[in-house]
């Protein structure tokens, strides 16, 4: 019947049974919703004609013989189905009430008020499934929360962590700020709307009623930069870049090793003390100018000199032998010292899936969340563009028929 859903594979997941319509493209929102396929959602992919605007952004492997999708598509669109669908003619949109009858979410991420102008608002695809749980993640919020004056400006990660705080605290110097090197504007608000998924689904399957979540990726990024808040509240103080140290913490940073960087964590006095027998600096704990956390981060600079001093004698793989797991210490890795750490290996935090076009499988980053009696897991690589339209109109209740008829009109393909 219409709007039911298929039986499909066991995915080994708490998820499982959970149906997303995703329409989201490029980063913020396909991460989002890989988080909920790996922990084992049914995610289907509506993509326009075209395809998600990242299928064809690189980097290719050398051996790709098809070049059908690069690593940045592959990196957020796992475990996932696609189909295509043309939502800009009257049956395309269509078409997606019907697949919104037998879902439990939807996601996406165009700016404010184009699903509205698309015939496709949350309050019209509510009266088609009033428990649907509608996502929406978008620079700057949605009107229904509150309207923003920017409500309808464009915005991608480098403008979230711009306007969210995080790179007034980021830079070298207090005069220089700086991008995180990751897109965390948009990977951390994809993060935050699973949470919101997640607790908006818990009252659906309870009271029978949906709501929209509302996910603002400035907003998101103010929230990641709490301290900010708390010190210009409590303290009037407008924090700056501090380079690589804490501002109320010390030492709490990076320090030179022979070959790179290493972080080191140690402000309590407890933890003090045990990295002062460490590096051989028991006379440091005589300095009553260094006796708590606060006067040591009044004289900072004392206090990193006599650490780098210590560390800069040494590699890094010599301090993790040193240092490692005796006080919170890691040493600032690059993804081929990831590759060959055993952490990463024993957590499956590089994750391998086939690729078409590909003699060998090619690694992902696996997944964060590990849930003891339902594992995620990646279970298929990326879809093709359209690979599962046929499967998901055939759910939906379409007949063959029908299905070609939509073919030969291209409303899907």
Not at 301 to 330: C, M, N
Not at 359 to 364: F, H, R, Y
Not at 368 to 390: A, I, Q, Y
Request: proline content about 7%.
């Amino acid at each position: 019947m219409a709007g039911e859903k298929p039986n499909t594979e066991d995915r080994g997941g708490a998820l499982e049974g959970i149906r997303v319509i995703d329409l989201t493209q490029m980063l913020a929102g396909p991460y989002c919703t890989q988080m909920l396929a790996d922990q084992g959602a049914e995610i289907i992919k509506v993509e326009p004609p075209a395809g998600d605007n990242s299928r064809f952004v690189g980097p290719y492997r050398p051996d790709d013989t098809q070049r059908l999708f690069g690593g940045y598509f592959a990196t957020v669109n796992r475990n996932k189905k696609s189909i295509v669908i043309d939502l800009k003619v009257d049956e395309g949109r269509a078409l997606l009430r019907r697949l919104v009858r037998g879902a439990d979410v939807l996601v996406e991420n165009y700016r404010a008020r184009v699903m509205d102008r698309l015939g496709l608002s949350y309050e019209s695809l509510r009266e088609e499934n009033p428990a649907l749980v509608y996502a929406a993640i978008r620079g700057f919020g949605d009107p229904r929360t509150g309207e923003s004056p920017y409500v309808d400006w464009p915005a991608f990660d480098v403008v979230a962590q711009a306007m969210g705080g995080l790179m007034g605290i980021t830079g070298p110097d207090r005069n220089t700020p700086i991008k995180v090197g990751p897109g965390i504007g948009d990977i951390v608000p994809g993060a935050f709307a699973v949470t919101g998924i997640l607790a908006a689904l818990l009252r659906a399957k309870t009271k029978g009623q949906g709501q929209f979540v509302d996910v603002s990726m400035v907003d998101v990024m103010l929230a990641l930069c709490e301290r900010i808040v708390h010190q210009y509240s409590f303290a009037g103080h407008v924090p700056r870049p501090e380079g690589n140290q804490h501002p109320i913490l010390t030492p709490f940073g990076l320090v030179k090793a022979r070959d790179g960087f290493v972080s080191i964590a140690a402000p309590t006095d407890e933890w003090w003390k045990k990295l002062c027998h460490l590096i051989g600096r028991e006379d440091l704990l005589a300095d009553e100018t260094l006796a708590t956390n606060e006067l040591r981060t009044r004289n900072k600079d004392r206090v990193y000199s006599a650490i780098e001093a210590f560390t800069s004698a040494h590699t890094k793989r010599e301090l993790l032998q040193l240092l490692g797991g005796r006080i919170p210490f890691g040493p600032v890795y690059d993804i081929s010292e990831i590759a060959a750490d055993p952490h990463f290996a024993a957590r499956n935090m590089l994750a391998e899936t086939s690729h078409p076009g590909t003699a060998t499988p090619v690694q992902l980053a696996g997944i964060p969340v590990k849930l003891s009696d339902t594992p995620g897991r990646v279970w298929s690589s990326p879809p093709l563009l359209g690979e599962h339209t046929d499967e998901i109109l055939v759910s939906a209740g379409l007949s063959a028929a029908e299905i070609a008829d939509l073919r030969q009109r291209k409303i899907v393909q």
